[in-house]
């Protein structure tokens, strides 16, 4: 086995470190599991052990459950794992998310997880590790995915609610309840109209502010008294909620989804929404490329999303690429 295969191979299990007997996000239930973060094609319950990140640590056992042994660290922190140096370093994706940094005779490996270079106010920014073997994410990997400016959004988000109020209709947003609902909350006017959450949100908001991240006052629909006047509300939604009896309750509305996808003509047609709102956790092609570069990798391995594209500019670029399968893929929780 060189080095490079010592430190990190794929397996039928996922990614796997065979010198620190570890592995990353892994697709069964395993002994030892480092875990990127919290969404659910990442972190999945049953593994007898989990490492991860310090600020996720509430989120993820959300996922994994109350007695999921979980060694939290704080990023940069230095783990030792049969001689292999583990240390994890901000990803910018969602709250606690991380990189996954591997060091063992002289060869150094990061697999990214999901990540995005955009500001985000709810988790902390994503720092570029320098490394011999990347492994990245390529969820948006084409030239035709470049997000709007964040503020720009938010701004066209304000413009949006405003209208409805002044129609007296409901405000009625779909984002992905770990992550992007937070984002939104963190980034919007509260001072426009009252905020109401669906449950599944509002649990997360709650996990949010217990790590500390600061948003706006919000209140459970499900909690809301006989009667209540929705016509100047915003309320933040898992995309799940469309279309059914739940949405009933708030009368005349307008309804909109923020996701990444919304920059793909014909997607909020198919979604059935009135208005779409380009807002990703994830990084556009520059930010994957500029990410990419930034590490000064000379290997990089490709997975989620679309994979040849990235892997034919990297090879043109002159670098070693390769694209991996992802075993859970699907548009997820967390576009
Ligand atoms: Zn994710
Ligand atoms: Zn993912």
């Known amino acids: 086995m060189t080095a490079t295969e ?26 030892r599991a480092v875990l990127t973060h919290a969404h ?12 991860a990140a310090a600020e996720g640590e509430l989120v993820l056992r959300r ?31 969602v709250l606690g998310s991380a990189q996954v940094r591997l060091e063992h005779r002289g060869q150094v490996c990061v697999v990214s ?39 720009e959004v938010v701004d066209e988000l304000h ?31 509260p001072s426009i109209g009252p905020i109401w959450t669906h449950g599944a949100v509002e649990n997360l908001v709650e996990d949010y502010r217990g790590a500390g991240v600061p948003l706006p006052p919000t209140r459970r629909v499900s909690e809301a008294p006989d009667g209540t006047d929705w016509s100047r509300a915003l309320v933040v939604a898992p995309p799940s909620a469309h279309a059914t009896p739940w949405m009933r309750r708030f009368g005349a509305l307008s309804t909109a989804f ?55 500019w990297l090879e043109e670029a002159g670098l070693e690429a390769r694209a991996i399968a992802a075993r859970f893929e699907s548009e997820g929780d967390d576009r």
Not at 14 to 20: N, Q
Not at 40 to 51: C, I, Q, V
Not at 181 to 189: E, T, W
Not at 278 to 305: C, N, P, Y
Request: net charge positive; glycine share 10%; with cysteine.
């Open 113 to 151: 997880g999901d990540y995005k270079a955009a500001a985000d106010p709810t988790c902390a920014v994503f720092e570029p590790v320098a490394c011999h073997h990347f492994v990245t994410e390529s969820t948006f990997g084409l030239p035709v995915f470049r997000w709007p400016e964040t503020a």
């Open 258 to 312: 923020a996701s990444g996808w919304m920059a793909l003509r014909g997607t909020r047609r198919r979604r059935s929404v009135d208005r779409g709102f380009v807002l990703s956790d994830h990084a556009d092609w520059g930010a994957l490329i500029g990410a990419i570069e930034q590490t000064g990798a000379q290997r990089v391995w490709v997975t989620h999303g679309y994979r040849e594209p990235l892997v034919r």
């Open 63 to 93: 996922r994994l459950g109350p007695e999921a042994r979980i060694e939290a660290v704080p990023y940069g922190a230095e783990v030792d794992r049969d001689g292999v140096r583990v240390s994890l370093h901000p990803a910018g994706h």
């Open 6 to 31: 010592a430190l990190l191979q794929l397996t039928r299990d996922g990614l796997f470190c065979p010198a620190g007997r570890f592995w990353i996000d892994p697709w069964r239930p395993v002994e």
């Open 40 to 51: 659910a094609d990442h972190a999945r319950p049953g593994s007898e052990r989990y490492l």
């Open 159 to 189: 413009a949006w609610w405003r209208g409805n109020q002044e129609q007296g209709k409901a405000s009625l947003l779909y984002a992905y309840a770990l992550g992007k609902a937070q984002r939104l909350l963190a980034s919007i006017d």
